[in-house]
C-alpha cells in the first residue's frame, strides 16, 4: 500500500506515518506529493480521500469519509 501526502503544509510525512500508526494501520510507503499530481490525477477535492488503482491502473475504489482500517484492506483485496 502506498499513501500520498497530497496536503504537505498540514503536516510531513513523520506526522502521517505517526497518525497511521496510532490507528492500528499496516505495512505501507509513505510519499509526498509536492507538485499536487495526485490531486489532479485522482480528482482529490477532500482530505483524507482513500483512492485504491487496481492492476490495470483503473480507479476501483474512492472512499472520502472516515473508515476502519480492515475496510479498507477489504477494499484493496476486492481490487486486486
Same mark, same amino acid.
Given at each position: ?10 503536516? $510531513?510525512?513523520?506526522?502521517?506515518? #505517526? ?5 492500528? $494501520? $499496516? ?20 482530505? $483524507? ?25 477489504? #477494499?484493496?483485496?476486492? #481490487?486486486?
Amino acid at each position: 500500500m502506498l499513501a500520498v501526502n497530497v496536503l504537505p503544509d498540514a503536516g $510531513g510525512l513523520r506526522e502521517l506515518e #505517526a497518525f497511521w500508526r496510532s490507528r492500528g $494501520g $499496516g505495512d505501507v510507503v509513505f510519499a509526498e506529493d509536492t507538485r499536487r499530481e495526485a490531486l489532479t490525477a485522482f480528482q482529490i477535492r477532500v482530505a $483524507g480521500t482513500k483512492v485504491i488503482v487496481d492492476r490495470k491502473g483503473r480507479v476501483a475504489f474512492r472512499e472520502t469519509s472516515v473508515m476502519s482500517y480492515e475496510k479498507l484492506r477489504s #477494499a484493496a483485496e476486492q #481490487a486486486l
